[in-house]
């Protein structure tokens, strides 16, 4: 209890004390990743059964999918050119999260209504439609529909990962 009285001590005590608490800097957040979805979309082509896929005009975006290019960075959305079968592929940057958010509800309901779709009509194709991969990585979300949809999803996470 002496060695309290001592004011050197006490300084020393209190800034060994401060810099313990501080410990180290608080880390930056990284910076928002930008990736390049028509890069990834090429890559995701070229996977073994990812199957043919052909990009969807901006007008069926908007009638069929509900989804307004316009608003949205980027958008990449594929679906089979051979109609029986159920693949797809939704790449899109949603302009904020909110969005991010409702474009998952909207590919979340696209997987439902295929489900329905594919249930007794095409049963392989149903299977395929069962192990879809959704994800949304902040403003990014990504719908996988095809036999390679869990390397699409692992992909698009590397991809968004830096």
Not at 60 to 75: E, L
Request: proline fraction near 6%; charge should be negative.
């Amino acid at each position: 209890m002496k060695n309290l009285r001592n004011p050197r001590l006490c300084l020393i005590l209190v800034l060994a004390l401060l810099l313990a608490a501080c410990g180290s800097a608080p880390a930056t957040p990284a910076a928002p990743v930008h990736a390049d979805l028509s890069a990834l979309y090429e890559q995701l082509c070229a996977l073994p059964d990812s199957g043919e896929t052909q990009l969807v005009s901006e007008k069926r975006m908007r009638n069929f999918y509900g989804i307004d290019p316009d608003t949205c960075p980027q958008v990449i959305l594929a679906q089979s050119s051979d109609t029986l079968r159920a693949d797809e592929i939704w790449l899109i940057e949603a302009g904020s999260e909110a969005q991010a958010e409702e474009l998952e509800a909207l590919a979340r309901s696209r997987v439902e209504q295929l489900g329905r779709e594919m249930k007794d009509y095409l049963p392989e194709q149903y299977a395929v439609v069962e192990k879809a991969e959704l994800l949304r990585v902040g403003s990014y979300v990504g719908l996988f529909i095809s036999p390679a949809s869990q390397t699409m999803a692992e992909q698009f996470e590397q991809a968004l990962a830096g």
